[in-house]
């Protein structure tokens, strides 16, 4: 997952520090401790709902899958390694791209993948009714339009295609000022109130089949995630410096919080193109 921004975001840095450290000893300790199956994944997802996904998408060794934010490629690698498909992910994150391309050489499957650099703010370089599924997975949130959106998905998306994406900032209650700031600290974010996907969803011309609630997956990861790191301070600061790492740990706290709460929730919206 990475945002899109430009480079000159104050958010930025948050991506370009996970997948710059993304081979640190104490990085990758945290992401198995956080995660159990490290699939390089940054984000609310752990490897179990990720084949859960994949069942949902109806993945076979004949699919073609779009990975929308791909990040460090180990998401959309885990679904060629799983369901034997072929993927292609998008992002603008040099780091993320080169850590993807590095994976998938290790995994032996340059031959069913490719990492492209492409802004997904921007239609992509791929023609109508390439991929027979796509995902976004916590990355919506970080890009503008999402109609727009949508709609590009629309076009690149086969007959009967399937879509899955999952919004992390759904508003489910209120929010404080602070909160709001904290939980957005990675960047760019949209909140969005309850309602607004669906609606966009059918504008863009797909079908919604189900949406299914994964807040508790934010609740226990984020709590893991700052014990992880918690427990390797020293080599934390070392990283990333006393301020960022009291930053980042704010982050989790109050992501953790608010998620108990049901305040933000997180949601996968799955369906398909008509």
């Known amino acids: 997952m990475t945002m899109q921004t430009s480079s000159s975001s104050p958010g930025t840095g948050f991506y370009e520090r996970a997948f710059g450290s993304f081979s640190a000893e104490a990085v990758s300790e945290v992401r198995k401790e956080t995660y159990g199956e490290d699939l390089g994944q940054n984000n609310w997802s752990s490897a179990d709902e990720f084949r859960k996904f994949s069942q949902w998408l109806q993945l076979s060794d004949r699919s073609h899958v779009l990975d929308v934010c791909s990040g460090s490629g180990g998401p959309a690698l885990f679904l060629a390694r799983t369901s034997g498909c072929s993927v292609t992910g998008v992002d603008i994150n040099p780091h993320g791209l080169l850590t993807a391309r590095q994976l998938a050489a290790d995994f032996g499957l340059e031959d069913r993948s490719n990492f492209v650099d492409s802004d997904v703010r921007q239609p992509l370089p791929f023609p109508d009714g390439t991929f027979d599924a796509l995902w976004c997975i916590d990355s919506v949130i970080h890009i503008p339009d999402r109609l727009a959106l ?15 994406y999952t919004d992390p900032t759904l508003v489910t209650g209120m929010l404080s000022k602070e909160e709001i700031v904290i939980r957005g600290m990675p960047g760019y974010f949209l909140y969005s109130p309850v309602g607004l996907n669906e609606r966009l ?13 994964l807040t508790q997956s934010v609740v226990e990861l984020s709590e893991r995630w700052r014990a992880g790191r918690n427990k390797r301070k020293e080599q934390f600061i070392a990283i990333e410096g006393e ?7 704010n982050f989790l706290s109050t992501t953790q919080l608010v998620s108990i709460e049901r305040r933000l929730s997180r949601v996968a919206f799955v369906g398909y193109r008509p």
Do not use: H
């Open 243 to 249: 301020e960022t790492f009291e930053r980042m740990q």
């Open 150 to 164: 949508l709609s590009e998905w629309y076009r690149l998306l086969k007959p009967g295609g399937r879509f899955l």
């Open 201 to 213: 969803i059918n504008e863009a011309g797909l079908c919604l089949e189900m949406q299914v609630d």
